[in-house]
């Protein structure tokens, strides 16, 4: 089955820096890669997402990369600001069933 | 609010008592999962359902069961509860996975 890793587990910035999340997938059948950031105390909720007919996606300060060919996909976040702080969570999927997720990554964002 | 939601929002058991979760949508979509969050695990499957009376094993489910007798409504059952089962749960609601999912807004179980 499909194994997401995820790098690194925590990531301290200062504001207005750039922010990457890096993440490694196992199946190469996988054909979609969302994020999902979560606040402290709420639930996940997607931000962006990629398909692998795709090879970056942008949407304001935030965008995603994808290398099939290595199995790996990228969070980058520019300019950050404190309420960027949160869990960010890659996932991926090679079916229309269901999304495995790596570990997470704690973003903080100092001002 | 977004369509689904979980109840209760918290809890506090005992060992060796049944315990039962709920979501609920309103969506109408065609699958339902659970999850459980833990620090230095992320979100870990535990079952899904991607029809009435159909549901599958995540990677976690030993411990764990499952019911869907409505669209709307995805139930799970701790038969026998365990400090190991204290955990964040998440229900999450889709079409399909490479879509997206929503997500509730967790039941937070503690199992002493």
């Known amino acids: 089955g499909e194994n997401v890793e995820q790098h690194p587990s925590t990531l301290s910035v200062q504001e207005g820096d750039s922010a990457v999340i890096k993440c490694t997938y196992s199946?190469?059948?996988?054909?979609?890669f969302p994020w999902y950031k979560q606040e402290l105390g709420k639930r996940p909720q997607l931000i962006i997402d990629?398909?692998?007919?795709?090879g970056e996606k942008k949407d304001q300060r935030i965008a995603v990369t994808l290398n099939k060919t290595a199995k790996h996909f990228s969070l980058h976040i520019t300019e950050t600001q404190p309420e960027d702080s949160a869990v960010y969570f890659c996932a991926a999927t090679p079916s229309t069933d269901k999304l495995i997720f790596g570990t997470g990554t704690r973003l903080q964002v100092f001002p | 609010d977004a369509g689904i939601t979980q109840s209760p929002r918290h809890k506090v058991t005992e060992t060796g008592t049944p315990v039962t979760l709920r979501c609920h949508q309103t969506?109408?979509?065609?699958?339902m999962y659970w999850y459980r969050q833990d620090p230095g695990h992320g979100l870990r499957l535990i079952h899904y359902?991607?029809?009435?009376?159909?549901?599958d094993k995540g990677e976690v489910s030993d411990g764990y069961s499952v019911s869907r007798s409505k669209t709307e409504d995805f139930l799970l059952t701790l038969e026998s509860a365990t400090s190991s089962q204290t955990s964040v749960y998440f229900c999450?609601?889709?079409?399909?996975?490479?879509?997206?999912?929503?997500f509730g807004s967790g039941t937070r179980l503690t199992v002493v």
């Open positions: 990629i398909r692998s007919n795709v």
């Open positions: 969506e109408n979509h065609r699958y």
């Open positions: 999450a609601i889709g079409d399909r996975a490479n879509y997206g999912y929503t």
């Open positions: 359902s991607y029809g009435v009376k159909d549901t």
């Open positions: 199946d190469s059948a996988s054909n979609y």
